[in-house]
């Protein structure tokens, strides 16, 4: 077995190979050696070891000496520089913006690159105006930059306008992610333009992103222009077409995703899935509402075409295609209204929904459990309290999806009374994730208590009674991802025994799951108080008052700045009490490094990992060069075993598959947190990132992007790539075990 690396971290000057050389002697020697030096302005690799090593150090503490890091910021050492500039922006150190500024004009072009993307970590406004300076400049390595840290800042969005029409096509990618991401401050008007100018565009990698802003920007004046990119011969463009239709409304919207799903064209297999997942995707959000007396008949025949691909979806022998033709069914049909007697009488149906049950049907036993989960939505759906033996099957199933999935089946039928006490009754009995499906289940029968009560007043008191003993039971239960679901949920319910129970979680400790939990009493806190006036009492006012208080004191930086975001929307402080966000985070005390984690590290060469899982075995290559740490961590967890038998937990078609959490729920960890090592690397389609909940809570959770994903670029650490194997991360479904092999 290899060495373990946490015995095996050593400096990268260490590591490098030392060979004896002849070479020029005496006075021409020493030109030889310093001339490089002179030219790079190096340092001697002592002193560049050690400050690498302190710079490394305090960004691992989030925490750096008064100005320690202004100091290596204008080193000799371009490498120091390098480092320097980058920590800054790891850190968030705003009390040096004037020298990352400066490093825009550093002799080294890597070194001006890193500030700027720096300077887009901090996500300070001051550093707007020389990042859209040098956006629009001379020095190409440096507009890249300044493009893509410009994406992390908050703005309108107009400063990525003249790139993203005009710019070389590497420059209008990075202007179009950015502008995908800023969609929402921009001007509606000026961003349809915008897009509509773009799709003008014929570089399909420039194209489809184009098409991702237009996700972002529902304009039925665009489906005309889009609508034809829904037959591209690219499959990027036509997955990207599709799901830009998706977010448009009316018949045109509808009628182009039909199009594209009726012109079979040929793409490989895995292009092939894609392009059928944007499409029944599509389908599940366009599909045509309940017809009117006028245009029934014409409705009917289009509902009858959709049916048709659903129905094709749901034969496909790509699983990822199956489940997602079987959530469109419930998405398309969830909210049609059914005849009370179609529970009883099937022939009641029209063709097409008769179709689609029992295609649903035929997949309640499949091999899958992720399909024979949708499958339940999709048949409870399609048939109403006719199908109420399904979910009341799938309730005792041994699968955790499976009853998840039942839950929610049995929560979008209770306009019954056997239904609603059936979730009721699992919530009581059930534990962990499933308890937390059936809180999430009973929220939602308490926002519809009013429509049910409209046809059963005895009905809708004992939903508004039972739901709220039961959210304040799930609040204070041990398990923190009940509670941590439960608290959000509860502060909806806006009555003063919600907001004490909410209250009185705050104290309790969960152990590493108490930053989560107290998350999201704070996020509950925000529903409970927000315009509540008098209606909440004082003295829980009071209470929710110290709760902000302590929280402004909390080591997690999440913490703080929720705490200050709900003393501004509740007004339960006065204003003289509420920190600014640059203060709290200049307050923040350092991290403290758990001792099961590696030691700090700088970045070393790092060997392959190989997955043996259900489908196959995939490789992937570890990037210690861009997170030495992370890379460190992730194998000291595998030498330690730790991953051996864990499960991909989550897999969603056409974006990620995730896995490396003990507890197989996406809650868990290894027992510490990891600090995040953001870089310039995107997300493309291979690349392995860590997940979290938020800068520096990683662990030991992992995912691997199965298609480019622009929007988590410098926003996920990137520790990897897929670099064999890549069609068998494609194949895995949830709950699949793995275990790793270190390769040499």
Known sequence: MPTSPTRQQRTL??????????????????????????????????????????IARWEDRRLAPPDSLARLIHAPDAHVRQAAVRAAGLIGRDDILPDLIDALNDRSGTVREEAAFALGLLGNFQAMSPLAREAAGPRRGLRLAALQALALLPHDGTVFSEPALHGEPREAVLAWNGLRDRAQAMDPEQLAAT???????????????????????????????????????????????CRALARQSGPEALAAVLRSCEEDREFPAHEEMRVRVAQLRALGALFPAAPGPAEGEEQEAVAARAATQLLRGSQHPDPHVVRTALEAMTRATGELELPPEAAQRESLLPVWRIRLVRAARGRLEDSSAAVRAA??????????????????????????????????AAAAQATTRNAFFSVHAFFRQAGGR???????????????????AAGDSNLGRDIAANVLADLVAAVADTDFTVAATAAPLLGDLAVDAAREALLTTWARDYGEGTSDVRLAVLEGMTRAFADSGE???AGLRGHAGAVLESAFDAADLRLRLAAHDVARETGLLPERLIPTTASLRATLPAFRRDPQQPPVTLPFPAPRVRFFT??????????????????????????????????????????????????????????????????????????????????????????????????????????????????????????????????Q
């Open 13 to 54: 000057a260490a590591r490098i190979p030392r060979r004896r050389r002849s070479g020029p002697r005496g006075p021409a020697a020493l030109l030889f050696l310093v001339l490089p030096c002179l030219l790079t302005a190096c340092s001697p690799p002592a002193e560049r070891e050690e400050n690498l090593l302190s």
């Open 195 to 241: 897009i509509r100018s773009g799709l003008a565009r014929h570089e399909p990698e420039v194209l489809w992103r184009v098409l991702r802003c237009a996700e972002r920007a529902p304009d039925s004046s665009l489906v005309a222009a889009i609508a034809p990119l829904a037959l591209s011969e690219n499959a990027q463009v036509r997955v990207h077409a």
């Open 375 to 408: 499958a339940i939505g999709a048949v409870c759906a399609l048939r109403g309290t006719g199908a109420e033996s399904v979910w009341r099957t799938a309730l005792a199933d041994s699968n955790t999806l499976v009853r998840e999935a039942a839950v929610a």
């Open 434 to 452: 499933n308890r937390a499906a059936a809180a999430t289940a009973l929220h939602a029968l308490w926002e519809r208590r009013e429509r049910i």
């Open 535 to 537: 209606a909440a009492d």
């Open 614 to 743: 259900e489908r196959g075995t995939f490789d992937i290559e570890l990037d210690a060069a861009a997170a030495p740490n992370t890379v460190a961590s992730f194998l000291a967890l595998a030498h330690s075993g730790f991953y051996n038998g864990l499960t991909f937990h989550r897999v969603v078609p056409d974006f990620v598959v995730q896995g490396g959490d003990p507890r197989g729920d996406g809650w868990g960890g290894p027992g510490y947190t990891i600090r995040s090592e953001f870089s310039r690397r995107p997300y493309e389609r291979g690349t392995v990132g860590i997940a979290h909940s938020g800068k520096d809570t990683g662990g030991s959770q992992f995912f691997v992007a199965v298609s480019p994903q622009p929007h988590l670029n410098g926003r996920y650490t990137v520790f990897g790539e897929v670099v064999r194997g890549l069609e068998v991360v494609d194949r895995i479904q949830p709950g699949d075990r793995f275990h790793l092999e270190i390769l």
